[in-house]
């Protein structure tokens, strides 16, 4: 869609900048018809220069939004991973209280619930890697479509 629109406006600045070439001299005679062409042509350049312009802020904005929503979901994976790194220090702990204390009763329960939070981790790890892929996936299809699409400027 973006290419056709700006194929539409170049051909629409093409048609101004021809109709000052051609139609100037004939509703101004005291213009020359070289002069004529060269306005038509002066037009064209600034035409094109303004259109590069607005096209290159859209890209620019466009391409802020994604720097900005990709700051977001960092901000979030670092958040998940530091609750991640609390959870690992406290099953450090606990371990390491399980291992200077003889057995008891409630060992079983302990280690049980050791294993349990280990498992929890591990799930979260794997989301995060599989997020973390997915995202990156993006960006390299992203930047695949980026890297295909046809340049318009002058």
Do not use: C, N
């Not at 056709?4 to 070439?21: D, K, M, N, T």
């Not at 002069?35 to 002066?42: E, F, I, P, T």
């Not at 035409?47 to 859209?58: D, G, N, P, S, T």
């Not at 591990?122 to 973390?132: H, K, P, R, Y």
Request: net charge negative.
């Amino acid at each position: 869609m973006a290419f056709v629109r700006h194929v539409a406006i170049a051909f629409s600045y093409a048609v101004l900048s021809a109709g000052v070439a051609l139609l100037l001299p004939r509703f101004l005679p005291e213009v020359d018809p070289h002069l004529a062409l060269v306005l038509g042509g002066v037009a064209f350049i600034a035409a094109a220069l303004l259109h590069e312009v607005f096209a290159r802020q859209e890209e620019s904005g466009r391409i802020a939004d994604e720097v900005h929503e990709i700051r977001q979901h960092q901000t979030m994976i670092m958040r998940e991973l530091a609750q991640a790194r609390d959870e690992v220090a406290r099953i450090h702990g606990a371990i390491a209280d399980l291992v200077g204390r003889r057995p008891s009763k409630d060992w079983e329960k302990d280690l049980d619930t050791v294993v349990a939070e280990v498992r929890v981790l591990q799930t979260l790890v794997e989301e995060m890697s599989a997020a973390s892929t997915r995202r990156e996936d993006r960006q390299q299809a992203g930047g695949q479509q980026m890297a295909g699409r046809p340049s318009l400027s002058v």
